[in-house]
């Protein structure tokens, strides 16, 4: 079984793909064989997964690949490949689940929307793209695959695409990623001359092997950047994160999936995948290109959560918080903690695409409406909702003991505590905690304490199609801890090859009372907080949010996320848009006129000869007036229909060529 | 061949040609036109080619002098005024005369005397046209007569 | 002193250049034709001198023909032209070329 | 097989003939029938090409001007066949587009035979007859059958292409007088010892070079494009971009890169200034376009700019590019010029489409169709991604190639062209959103979606898209022989 299931691991992203051909040649109608295809390929791919997973337990550090030629251009082949190793597998299984809970969830969320069949279709593309992506055994194939589930962000942003806010958000999400991927592209291509190969295993000759690593030498540092410019485009990571708070222009089960539980910490897979890039050369774990990845993450994960304060949009509230994770994980890649980042991701795939569903569900309670401030008491009205949402919530703001997150962060910390460069991340990601659950707080204390206001009053509780998905991954963001814990870390085991050993003594650590501080700190400062808020009545709706009344110029700075977007539109977009004026009036008049100015020795000629004559003078003045009329107006002139000109074009022809005679000697 | 001859021919052919070439009125520079080419046949005469010099006498002298007479009396009412003269056609010409002279001075192969040849009698010219180059002169003949023939219909009155 | 090829070839290349002189500068079409008649007078002069000057003589004498047939050719232009120029007056009332502009693109 | 050549050549020039005499409701299916019999030949000749075998396939050789060495020479190695096979495939896509008046069906047929002709001949001078022989049509389709501003279009085109000519037969014409042979294969041999010798040299490099420069076009060479492929009726702009481009790029392969090796290297890095040039201010000024054929035509300078820089990284490395290098490069040269052939193709049919329901084709001039013309949109989308190097489509495969051969000789030009990926993706992002999202616009509430002959059009040409840039060794087995036999002449 172990081979078949190795040899066939193509199948895994081709069957949701093949599914979402099959919905998109079916008609608008027919929406339940829509909905029934891409659920039957998801399970297809998650019984897939499983059964992928089940080998990578025998033996530690199971690596398996299967490589292929793509094609032979010349002489040379381009070779691919799928690799299946703990990494893999365990991103199949957290991928594939979570995408199975989210297709069912939109079934109920898009029941309304008229285009649900090209949704499904859409849904299921990126599913398949996803799941390839974490196959890959090749950059190459890792590269295509990026390029395909950014295309399915971008139109998946861009599904409600009547909305004019959604089409610009996809756009932006497009051409951000790009920018980033163009980095990566490169980052490629200089891996592949350097290496020879972009395959990552190929029995001791691929890249990230000792003898491709052998071949990089100093240039790894660069490639290393490069390669992450393409994970800070699709993670989000500070200066590129400004597409993933827009995103959430999108149906919110994309969001769920897309954007918070596997697309967007496909950066944080890409720089787990080369890791050993990054750390080639270090010493004590420590690299240049790898610093750059602990403070681009300290930023990002800061700025984020500082930001997320201060919004009022409950989904992007949850964005912000998924790009402070994203940078939490990236840190913990930075300084050495592979495998924590990696728990981190798939720990937090479970709870965040639970607390967006959750979200969506509020959202659907609420009649589509988006802001906080105008809910409140959701607790009584949406009861499962809000249980399920709570987890998440503590889940995230790593609650000690029970919940997934917890046992994650505190590894990540952990990890962050010994990094020998410097010990600025680690005190920054410990406020980074706090802000974590102080956002969170006062996000459930608006949302679902407090009376109900105009948004609320007439909320429900969603249908079972919705609410089951939601217990589902409720269940998964407690249970998954139970492989996390300090006591029985098998998934860290797991991921880093090695036998995990029970120990419940270990269970007990300073770290635990760290973060069960900084948490109760952050949910009790949540509370004093907003305490008021959510108790305000419906008619002084809490527009004023007591943030603002204390520090009204700091909010606002939060509240217009830093001005980095007036910031890019001002300088990076001016200069562009500027640069593209540039070139067409360039292309226009300057080259134009250049060409235009060879063609018009011959013009010369008409206007010496008859630079006495009126005529001359005439067309001199028609020429400076009209300056733009075309190459063939004014070679025309050449033909003044006076034979003398000829003549003299003749005559100094012959001289030219006269001329040429002898400098060719 | 004279060096003192060439010097008083090429002076007096490139005087009568500027003349030709400047002179406002049309008739003086007729006139001029005439003197050039009797310059240019003196040309001939010193090199030896006296039968091409006495054709060019007869033939440009004779007649195409005589035709340019006549057009300038048939286009009497516009000759005097012969309004504008175009500077740039002087820069033209001297940038050629000055590439030409540069070009002839730079072939050292040019710097050759004259070696002694047999005179170039008539009738040598004679068996040559009428046996290599009896088809040339044909086709001459041909285009003479059609130049003649196209001349006169060009010029005739039209008919209403 | 001897003249050289040289020399005849100077002073062939002055008679063309003021032909073109001619043919440039001026606005009557007579002077164009006179301009050109000179500088095929200077082609033919060139013929002679290079005839004469070459190191072993042709026979037949190339040189002298080509003369001889352009002498005829230049005969019959000049009579076309002129008669040409006589239409153009008759028919525009003018012999200034630069009301002549028919060829105008 | 003997003969095939000639009469792929000849049977686009009968069909011309019989399209001009029969009645103007004929003209379309003959123009059909014609080109299905001339692409029936054409894949008779794929079919019994030897890929394996290097050097010419075919060849027929007879005498015509022995004089002046002009022969009857006509052969295929693969990349005249991969551009046999694209003339093939886009002048009956292109008489599909739009119904043309009877005489511009005539003088396309007359192109296309010039087109094959080009591509097969193996002699200077009647690759030159067939080079200027496709001028003249193309020419005639702007002046007389296009749209605004077709006389200064069609003047500049023509003034710009036939000056490059000009200078490319006098080019010529000086190496026959040193050389004595206008054979294409006999020249490149002698190439590689320098064809001629000192400022000559130069010279004869020097009008070559904007020869074919013009017709590619590269910067700055390119002003004639965009208002040549604006004014053009559509199914014009598609032939010109799919196939009269190829010509300059096929000249540079075939003339330039094995005849002047040594002068390419010492100018190299000039030559890959424009060629970066062409990649990165092209989009910028596309970007800045309303008139979405414009749009396209300024993304077509860029993807030729591509096929550019990999042949000028490849030709003007310093050192020898290595074997993985130089047959990267070149095939994704071979690649990119098929992939941008029925790209840009169909990018323009799509804009032709737009332009017959609207009537007009200023990017503002639509709006929201999505809602109203999915299948026009979804197809159209996917022509945009491919032109924009999206894996998974054709475009990817070339492009990649390209930067992979020219960035291991040529690092730094290579990374500031990676620019020019970008706006393109810039540039197609914007369109996207001005043509499909949004609220419906007024004027586009009674457009109808894909017609059914548009779709039977429109789907197999997607469908090849995805083809090759999914499973392209199909592609790649037609030219790789011929590649590895360059690369070894370049080395």
Redesign the interface.
């Known amino acids: 079984m172990n081979s078949g299931i190795i040899t066939n691991l193509w199948l895994i992203p081709a069957v949701p793909c093949a599914a979402s051909l099959a919905i998109l040649s079916l008609s608008n109608a027919r929406r339940k064989s829509a909905a029934v295809l891409a659920v039957i390929g998801q399970v297809f791919a998650l019984g897939m997964s499983i059964f992928a997973f089940l080998p990578t337990l025998q033996t530690n550090s199971f690596r398996a690949v299967q490589n292929f030629t793509w094609f032979t251009f010349g002489d040379q082949a381009l070779r691919l490949g799928f690799v299946l190793d703990p990494l893999a597998a365990a991103m199949l299984v957290m991928i594939s689940l979570v995408g199975l809970c989210i297709f069912i969830f939109s079934i109920g969320y898009m029941a309304g929307d008229k285009n649900f069949v090209r949704f499904f279709a859409y849904l299921s593309f990126f599913s398949g793209a996803m799941l390839g992506l974490v196959l890959a055994n090749s950059l190459l194939l890792l590269f295509i695959f990026w390029e395909l589930v950014g295309l399915a962000s971008y139109l998946l942003i861009g599904f409600w695409i009547e909305r004019p806010s959604a089409a610009a958000a996809a756009k932006k999400a497009f051409i951000t990623t790009r920018i980033g991927d163009m980095g990566f592209f490169l980052g490629m291509l200089w891996l592949y001359k350097r290496s020879g190969t972009l395959l990552f295993y190929d029995g001791g000759s691929g890249c990230l092997e000792s003898a491709g690593l052998a071949t990089l030498r100093a240039s790894a540092t660069f490639i290393a950047l490069l390669i992450f410019c393409g994970a800070m485009g699709k993670s989000g990571q500070f200066p590129l994160h400004v597409w993933l708070p827009d995103a959430m222009e999108g149906p919110t089960p994309v969001s769920a999936l897309i954007h918070a539980a596997t697309m967007v910490a496909a950066g944080v897979f890409l720089v787990a995948r080369v890791y050993p890039l990054f750390s080639l050369g270090g010493i004590n774990g420590v690299t240049s290109s790898l610093t750059v990845v602990v403070w681009i993450g300290v930023t990002t994960a800061l700025m984020a959560a500082l930001i997320a304060i201060a919004q009022a949009d409950i989904k992007r509230i949850l964005a912000y918080s998924t790009v402070s994770q994203l940078g939490l994980m990236m840190v913990s890649l930075g300084v050495g903690g592979v495998a924590a980042g990696i728990m981190h991701l798939l720990a937090h795939g479970f709870f965040k695409a639970l607390l967006f569903l959750g979200s969506g569900s509020v959202i659907h309670g609420c009649q589509g409406e988006h802001d906080i401030r105008k809910m409140g008491g959701l607790r009584r009205l949406m009861p499962v909702t809000f249980v399920t949402y709570a987890v998440g919530m503590m889940a995230l703001s790593g609650v000690p003991f029970f919940f997934s997150g917890a046992w994650t962060k505190e590894e990540i910390l952990r990890a962050t505590e010994h990094w020998p460069r410097s010990h600025a991340p680690y005190f920054l990601m410990l406020a980074g905690v706090v802000l974590t659950a102080l956002y969170m707080t006062r996000q459930i204390i608006y949302v679902f304490f407090g009376n109900s206001r105009v948004a609320s009053e007439r909320a429900h509780e969603s249908p079972r199609v919705m609410t089951m998905p939601l217990i589902a991954l409720a269940v998964c963001a407690i249970f998954f801890s139970v492989v996390l814990t300090p006591a029985w870390p098998w998934l860290h085991a797991y991921l880093r090859g090695e036998p995990a050993q029970f120990d419940v003594a270990r269970l007990i650590q300073p770290m635990v009372f760290v973060s069960l501080v900084l948490v109760g700190a952050g949910i009790g400062l949540g509370i004093w907080v907003y305490r008021k808020a959510g108790a305000q009545d419906r008619q002084r709706s809490a527009e004023i949010d007591p943030l603002e009344y204390a520090q009204p110029a700091l909010f606002r700075f939060l509240a217009n996320k830093m001005w980095i977007d007036e910031l890019y539109g001002r300088t990076v977009i001016t200069f562009s848009w500027a640069a593209a004026r540039l070139s067409d009036w360039m292309d226009r008049y300057f080259w134009d006129g250049l060409v235009r100015g060879f063609g018009a020795v011959g013009r010369v000629f008409a206007m010496l000869t008859t630079s006495v004559d009126e005529h001359g003078i005439n067309a001199g003045v028609d020429e400076t007036t009209a300056g733009t009329r075309g190459l063939g107006r004014l070679m025309s002139k050449a033909h003044s229909g006076q034979i003398q000109t000829y003549l003299a074009a003749l005559a100094v022809g012959m001289l030219a060529l006269l001329l040429l005679y002898a400098w060719l000697g | 061949m004279n060096g003192a001859a060439f010097i008083v021919i090429s002076i007096l052919t490139l005087a009568a040609a500027l003349a030709a070439a400047t002179l406002r009125k049309l008739m003086h520079a007729a006139l001029s036109f005439a003197v050039a080419f009797v310059g240019i046949a003196a040309f001939f005469f010193l090199l030896g080619a006296e039968f091409v010099g006495l054709a060019l006498v007869f033939i440009y002298i004779g007649a195409v002098a005589v035709l340019i007479v006549f057009t300038i009396l048939l286009t009497r009412r516009d000759i005097e005024k012969d309004r504008g003269f175009n500077w740039s056609g002087v820069i033209i010409a001297v940038a050629v005369f000055c590439g030409l002279t540069w070009a002839i001075l730079k072939t050292a192969s040019l710097s050759i005397v004259a070696p002694h040849i047999r005179a170039l009698t008539v009738k040598r010219i004679g068996e040559a046209l009428m046996t290599s180059y009896v088809w040339p002169l044909q086709c001459i003949g041909l285009l003479l007569t059609a130049a003649l023939i196209g001349a006169l219909v060009l010029a005739m009155e039209e008919k209403r | 002193m001897t003249p050289t090829l040289q020399i005849f070839l100077i002073v062939s290349a002055a008679l063309f250049s003021i032909g073109l002189l001619a043919a440039l500068s001026r606005r009557h079409a007579i002077f164009i034709l006179i301009g050109i008649e000179m500088m095929l007078a200077a082609a033919n002069l060139n013929f002679i001198a290079f005839w004469r000057f070459a190191p072993k003589p042709h026979q037949p004498p190339v040189g002298v023909m080509l003369a001889l047939f352009s002498i005829a050719i230049s005969a019959a232009e000049a009579a076309v032209g002129l008669a040409m120029v006589i239409v153009a007056y008759r028919h525009y009332r003018t012999t200034n070329v630069d009301q002549l502009d028919q060829l105008k693109g | 097989m003997v003969g095939l050549i000639t009469a792929i050549i000849f049977i686009p020039l009968l069909g011309a003939l019989a399209v001009w005499i029969w009645p103007q409701k004929n003209a379309r299916p003959l123009a059909l029938i014609c080109n299905v019999i001339s692409a029936a030949c054409a894949l008779a000749l794929w079919r019994n090409f030897d890929a394996t075998a290097s050097g010419l396939q075919f060849v027929e050789r007879h005498d015509w001007i022995p004089a002046i060495g002009a022969e009857y020479l006509v052969g295929v190695d693969g990349l005249s066949l991969l551009l046999v096979l694209l003339t093939s495939l886009i002048v009956p896509f292109a008489f599909l587009a739009q119904p043309m008046p009877r005489g511009s069906y005539a003088t396309v047929l007359v192109m296309q035979s010039a087109l094959y002709g080009t591509f097969t001949a193996q002699n200077f001078i009647l690759w030159f007859l067939f080079y200027e022989m496709s001028l003249i049509p193309a020419f005639l389709l702007i002046k007389i059958w296009g749209g605004e ?1 077709r ?6 085109f023509f ?2 292409t036939f000056l490059g000519s000009v200078a490319m037969l006098l080019s010529f014409l000086g190496i026959y007088l040193a050389r004595g042979t206008f054979d294409f294969a006999t020249l490149a041999g002698l190439g590689k010892n320098g064809l001629l010798t ?3 040299a130069w ?1 004869a490099f020097a009008g070559v070079f904007v020869g074919l420069a013009v017709k590619v076009p590269l ?5 004639w494009l ?2 040549a492929y604006q004014a053009a009726p559509t199914g014009v702009s598609m032939v010109l971009t799919g196939l009269l481009s190829k010509m300059g790029v096929y000249g540079f392969v075939r003339l330039l890169l094995p005849l002047f090796p040594n002068q390419i290297r010492v100018v190299g890095p000039w030559l890959l200034v424009l060629a970066v040039c062409s990649i990165v ?2 989009p ?2 596309a ?3 309303r008139d979405l054929k414009r749009m396209v035509a300024y993304l077509s300078i860029n993807h030729l700019g591509y096929c550019m820089l990999g042949l000028f990284a490849l030709a003007a490395s310093p050192v020898v590019a290595a ?6 490069a ?3 040269v071979f690649m990119q010029i098929f992939n941008h052939g029925i790209t840009a193709a169909t990018l323009f049919y799509f804009v032709g489409l737009l332009e017959q329901r609207r009537g007009l084709r200023g990017i503002d001039d639509f709006g ?1 169709l ?2 109203r013309t ?1 299948l026009l949109c979804g197809w159209m989308s996917a022509a945009m ?1 491919s032109s924009l190097g ?3 489509l054709n475009g ?2 070339g492009e ?2 390209i ?2 051969g020219s ?2 000789v040529a ?1 730094p030009f ?2 500031i062209a ?2 020019g ?3 393109t ?2 540039v197609f ?2 369109a ?2 001005a043509l ?5 616009a007024q004027s586009c509430s009674a457009f109808p979606d894909l017609l059914r002959t548009e779709r039977l059009v429109i789907v197999p040409v997607t469908l090849l898209m995805f083809a090759i840039g999914i ?3 199909f592609m ?1 087995n037609i030219f ?1 022989t011929t ?2 036999h360059m ?1 070894r002449l370049f080395a």
């Open positions: 501003n006389d200064r279009a069609a003047t500049k003034l710009y000192g400022n000559l010279l910067f700055p060479f390119h002003t965009p208002d201010f092209a910028l000024a970007w800045a376009q074997g993985v290098d130089a047959h990267a070149l095939s994704g929201g999505m809602q999915p991604f999206l894996p998974g990817f495969i990649f190639l930067f992979k960035f291991a690092g290579t990374a990676i620019i990926l970008l706006v993706a810039i992002a914007r996207m959103q499909f999202s949004g609220p419906l499973a392209p060794q790649f790789n590649v590895v690369a």
